[in-house]
């Protein structure tokens, strides 16, 4: 930072101390600062939007190899079992396709629609707040100028060219502040709505994208109920299967070696 540069930092944080002690008036634009609100809620929404969305794409790929892990160990646990009704090796295999041929092909398409559109939206985010911060600093000058003329009006200086110096740099600093206050009270209330038309493309392609996924697990999952008893197909149908399981689980109670439990 040059020393020009710290001299301004230190004398607006000079100006912002006075205006909390009553010594500089502020210069107050209600109808800017909700449109200032507005856009901060706004870009929060968006950066929580950007993180859930990666979430989202992270945890599809968690859960498809949670589900790999899970197929393995139940393929191992049937052991041979499983090899003879195929249950436990077609569970793992539609899990591999899943992942390797769903998941993979959706994460291309789900970076370009929706991760990529959403992140360059919140690429915009520094350059308006640089001329939100640069319109508060404007301000903080304009409103150190205007009390220093205050205070050579009402206790005139022996030099006589103080007051219409400042009243010129008062004006000055004025026509600065009110062109980037009009360009972002102007400017953003825009930005802001075009905010639907941008993403709606984005929201739909996730929506899609939701849908292929949810069809081709519910698809693949399908095929393994072919390889289940049919009378386990029917008690589950039939809303007997706890009493199927309570069944087995007497037979296991009945073995000599866990009589106990």
Same mark, same amino acid.
């Given at each position: 930072m040059s020393w020009s540069g710290f001299t301004k930092n230190v004398g607006r944080a000079t100006t912002k101390v006075m205006m909390k002690t009553g010594h500089v008036e502020k210069t107050n634009d209600r109808d800017y600062e909700v449109e200032e609100?507005?856009?901060k809620s706004m870009e929060g929404a968006a950066y929580k939007v950007q993180a859930e969305a990666k979430g989202?794409?992270?945890?599809? #790929?968690?859960?498809?190899?949670a589900q790999? #892990?899970?197929?393995?160990t139940i393929d191992a646990f049937y052991g041979d079992a499983g090899t003879k009704d195929g249950v436990s090796r077609s569970y793992k295999k539609a899990?591999?396709?899943l992942d390797a041929e769903t998941i993979k092909a959706l994460d291309g398409p789900f970076r370009t629609t929706v991760l990529e559109p959403i992140s360059r939206f919140c690429g915009y985010f520094a350059d308006v707040n640089e001329c939100i911060k640069k319109r508060n600093n404007k301000q903080l000058d304009y409103d150190n100028l205007r009390a220093k003329v205050k205070k050579l009006v009402e206790?005139?200086?022996?030099?006589?060219?103080k007051l219409p110096r400042a009243e010129k740099e008062a004006e000055q600093a004025k026509m600065v502040y009110e062109?980037?206050?009009e360009q972002l009270h102007q400017e953003l209330p825009q930005l802001i709505d075009l905010r639907v038309p941008y993403l709606d493309p984005s929201f739909e392609a996730l929506v899609k994208i939701q849908m292929r996924f949810s069809a081709e697990a519910y698809s693949r999952m399908a095929q393994v109920q072919q390889y289940l008893e049919p009378q386990t197909r029917e008690e589950y149908a039939s809303g007997q299967m706890d009493q199927s399981v309570e069944g087995i689980l007497q037979q296991i109670r009945d073995l000599s070696i866990c009589g106990t439990v």
């Open positions: 609100r507005r856009f989202y794409l992270d945890s599809l #790929r968690a859960m498809t190899a790999m #892990r899970l197929a393995e899990v591999e396709d206790k005139p200086d022996k030099d006589a060219t062109q980037l206050n």
